[in-house]
């Protein structure tokens, strides 16, 4: 079903957080496809992962797939998910910090949960699996038979990482966070070889933003935002994420890959200011 690519992750396994749906679910896919093992994990969403499990395990692919649950802002149930992977599997190689969500208000209208739920699964949730990662990396050493670097994590981040966001502080603030908690493991952890980079979706098809998309009208002032002019699909995301952690990318460290058709590019400056 999904057409093999060139083998680049044959022989690593890879979690990627909140996968049962959306972006996480099509870098899972794309690493697959490169022949990786994935570890599914979700939250709530167990009929999801389990159809992205087995669309992996019935194609003719290198790797298997399990689906593992785990809220990503709580610290047992991520070191559970931590433990069962490497049970199963031997080791993890690849991270990928996927899950998040929206909880939009006018600041004036935030309560504290809603500000702190997003802060805990986008942020938290980054910091406590990358932390268990890192654990493993450095406990198991590096593996050249499969990798130059001995583990390599990638953070999902937005165009908000940088982008003020209005009506959405408790996101942008939690993206921000997300690229200093990049960086700075980034710069922590590069000696060790454990290599460690975001991707910065723009505006891509999911179900966490369905509404700026799925009417013309809706869809037409988005694309004010894009120089490229189309809205990105989920694919788009799967495919850098796939090369991002290959060796192909081996010299790509602290760094942020904006993947936006332009959005960064601030169009709305283009004959104005
Ligand atoms: C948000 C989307 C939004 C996009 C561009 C993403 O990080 O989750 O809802 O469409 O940024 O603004």
């Known amino acids: 079903m999904y057409q093999k690519f060139n083998n680049r992750l044959a022989g690593q396994t890879a979690i990627v957080t909140g996968s049962s749906s959306g972006i996480g679910s099509a870098v899972a896919l794309a690493l697959a496809k490169e022949g990786a093992n994935l570890v599914i994990n979700y939250s709530r969403d167990e009929a999801g992962a389990n159809k992205i499990v087995d669309a992996i395990n019935s194609d003719d692919l290198a790797g298997t797939a399990i689906a593992l649950h785990a809220d990503?802002?709580?610290?047992?149930?991520?070191?559970?998910?931590?433990?069962?992977?490497?049970?199963?599997?031997?080791?993890?190689?690849?991270?990928?910090?996927?899950?998040?969500?929206?909880?939009?208000?006018?600041?004036?209208?935030?309560?504290?949960?809603?500000?702190?739920m997003v802060i805990d699964i986008?942020?938290?949730?980054?910091?406590?699996?990358?932390?268990?990662?890192?654990?493993?990396?450095?406990?198991?050493?590096?593996?050249?038979?499969?990798?130059?670097?001995?583990?390599k994590i990638i953070c999902m981040s937005s165009v908000h990482e940088v982008i003020p966001w209005g009506g959405?502080?408790?996101?942008?603030?939690?993206?921000?966070?997300?690229?200093?908690?990049?960086?700075?493991?980034?710069?922590?952890?590069?000696?060790?070889?454990?290599?460690?980079n975001s991707i910065a979706p723009g505006a891509i098809k999911t179900p966490i933003n369905t509404h700026a998309w799925d009417t013309p009208a809706a869809e037409t002032e988005l694309l004010k935002l894009i120089p490229y002019n189309r809205v990105g699909e989920a694919t788009d995301i799967g495919a850098v994420a796939a090369w991002l952690a290959s060796d192909e990318s081996d010299y790509i460290h602290g760094t942020t890959i904006f993947v936006d058709g332009g959005m960064t590019l601030y169009p709305g400056f283009y004959g104005n200011g």
């Open 72 to 116: 990503v802002s709580k610290e047992d149930q991520v070191q559970e998910m931590f433990k069962k992977s490497i049970e199963h599997f031997g080791t993890i190689d690849i991270l990928v910090n996927n899950a998040g969500l929206q909880r939009d208000f006018a600041v004036q209208d935030m309560s504290l949960a809603d500000w702190q």
């Open 122 to 151: 986008n942020l938290t949730g980054q910091f406590l699996c990358a932390r268990e990662a890192i654990r493993e990396f450095l406990k198991r050493g590096p593996r050249p038979e499969v990798s130059v670097a001995t583990g």
């Open 168 to 196: 959405h502080v408790n996101y942008a603030a939690s993206k921000g966070g997300v690229m200093m908690l990049m960086k700075s493991m980034a710069q922590e952890l590069g000696s060790k070889k454990i290599r460690i």
